[in-house]
């Protein structure tokens, strides 16, 4: 019987993971941040320092994240393939062979009918 509710879904714990990334991600910056202020604070770094110190987390952490959304889709994109030929469902591929097939085949019956 199916989970009505959405948690037993894949897609409900895809999004899960996914949050539970962001939300890592988020506390160790806000973490490192205040870090870095109270250093500025103190004397033990110039303000400056700290804000490129900042500024290339959070480019480090934009890299990491668009490469681990790519990761991630190219992983799905397999998965589903791999589901689809358990499925025996047509993927886009197998669509436009046949597409290819049939207006060959269609092209060589209209050549034959005009003999």
Do not use: C, P, Y
Not at 17 to 22: E, F, H, R, W
Not at 52 to 78: F, M, P, R
Request: avoid cysteine; proline fraction near 0%; charge should be positive.
């Amino acid at each position: 019987m199916a989970n009505t509710n959405g948690n037993g879904t894949w897609s409900f714990q895809l999004r899960r993971m996914v949050l539970a990334g962001v939300g890592a991600v988020s506390l160790a910056k806000e973490e490192v941040q205040s870090f870095v202020e109270k250093a500025v604070e103190r004397g033990e770094m110039a303000e400056k320092d700290g804000k490129s110190i900042l500024k290339d987390l959070v480019a480090k952490q934009k890299k990491n994240l668009k490469e681990g959304t790519t990761k991630l889709e190219h992983g799905l994109d397999g998965r589903l393939e791999r589901l689809l030929g358990r499925m025996r469902i047509a993927t886009k591929g197998d669509i436009q062979n046949l597409t290819e097939k049939v207006e060959a085949l269609a092209s060589k019956v209209e050549k034959k009918g005009r003999k």
